[in-house]
């Protein structure tokens, strides 16, 4: 009863994380210092010694996490190239706004991706993401952005329905203005099984970036969770 318990909070904190997206707030997205949450959503419907094929959605909340600034959903595909290599490819469709009552700007994404890993031992592993893609955003020239994350992540045991710890960290590449332009640091996640079927990750966030032809560097503070759920 007392295990039950404590997945049914986490899937109560998921449910009351959903509804909070009911509500917006007429406020400007400013990104320096700001606090900002993001919750994810994903589901893998097939899975074989071959393929994977999964779909995902996010929101993101910004100004101190007051209103809807973000939301994509995005179908992927991956194949199972060796058995330290995943090749992957997605679509994205994504809706941005700059403040609460303004139109979205629609953006397709379209990305493909070399996803290598390696299991070290019985608990540690890491892992590797380089993706490239093509931006194509609404009334703006397409633009080609790469991304390259790494991951270090480590199983615990006995710790009830926390499962791993980990940290990553990924840096983007802008091929218009052929620079850095954004790190995500991810200092803490935390990996909890809530069933057989059922994952969720919190994490903690520095998130980097520079707008445009901009120098100065800007942090914002992120706060997320990843609901997964495997058929």
């Given amino acids: 009863m007392h295990r039950l318990s404590k997945h049914s909070c986490f899937l109560n904190l998921s449910v009351l994380v959903v509804v909070g997206l009911l509500s917006t707030s007429p406020l400007q997205a400013q990104f320096d210092k700001d606090f900002s949450t993001w919750q994810a ?23 101190d996490s007051s209103f809807l600034a973000t939301w994509f959903v995005n179908p992927i595909l991956e194949y199972k190239f060796h058995p330290n290599l995943d090749i992957g490819a997605t679509y ?30 019985d608990r540690i592993s890491l892992s590797m993401r380089h993706l490239l893609a093509l931006r194509a955003i609404e009334s703006i020239d397409n633009q080609w952005v790469s991304r390259h994350r790494f ?36 200092p803490l996640k935390l990996s909890f099984s809530i069933n057989k079927q059922t994952k969720l990750e919190l994490f903690y966030m520095f998130q980097t970036k520079r707008f445009g032809y901009d120098a100065t560097w800007q942090t914002a503070y992120v706060f997320g969770q990843s609901l997964s759920y495997k058929f």
């Fill in 41 to 63: 959503l994903g589901f893998t419907f097939y899975e074989d010694d071959t393929w994977r094929i999964k779909a995902a959605a996010q929101t993101r909340w910004y100004n």
């Fill in 92 to 121: 994205l469709f994504e809706d941005v706004r700059a403040q609460s009552g303004d139109d979205y700007t629609r953006v397709h994404i379209f990305r493909l991706y070399l996803a290598p890993h390696w299991q070290i031992d």
């Fill in 151 to 186: 991951s270090f992540n480590y199983k615990v045991a006995n710790m009830g329905s926390l499962t791993g710890i980990g940290v990553d960290t990924e840096v983007f590449y802008n091929y218009t203005t052929n620079r850095l332009f954004e790190n995500r640091f991810k």
